[in-house]
């Protein structure tokens, strides 16, 4: 396997993935990270929040976008952090596509800064951050 370096990152490099977001996929990640709001798992509850339905969590929308930053970086990186902010809710049967596109290569340091962001089917943009990756090599 070939490990990643600097030379193979170029600024503006992208990588996309689309995903139709499930009632299951809902209830893995809840399971998974033992976050049952109710707004998320629980129907009813759900109807007198200001969403009004079931909204899939923040943190599994920010997690579609890991695999776009790492078929970038990977193998030959490591995550140093993330910002980033939640604009709006994603439902259930919504499809979002995650990006991740390199916007800054800082050699000397060994980082590579990336846009990562999801847009649902609709065009609107619903999660939008950045992560920072060290390369190790």
């Not at 993935?17 to 049952?36: H, M, N, P, Q, R």
């Not at 909204?55 to 579609?64: C, D, N, Q, V």
């Not at 340091?109 to 846009?115: A, D, E, G, N, S």
């Amino acid at each position: 396997m070939k490990v990643k370096t600097m030379d193979d990152i170029q600024v503006g490099q992208k990588v996309e993935f689309s995903k139709t977001i499930s009632e299951a996929d809902v209830y893995l990640f809840a399971g998974l990270t033992g976050d049952f709001a109710p707004h998320h798992i629980n129907a009813e509850f759900a109807k007198t929040t200001m969403f009004k339905e079931r909204i899939a969590h923040g943190m599994f929308i920010a997690s579609l976008t890991c695999g776009c930053t790492s078929q970038i970086v990977s193998p030959g990186a490591v995550s140093l952090g993330h910002e980033f902010k939640f604009l709006k809710p994603v439902r259930f049967g919504d499809t979002i596509t995650a990006v991740s596109e390199v916007i800054e290569k800082n050699i000397e340091k060994k980082r590579v800064i990336l846009r990562t962001y999801c847009t649902n089917q609709h065009g609107e943009l619903v999660f939008d951050g950045t992560t920072t990756q060290y390369m190790k090599i």
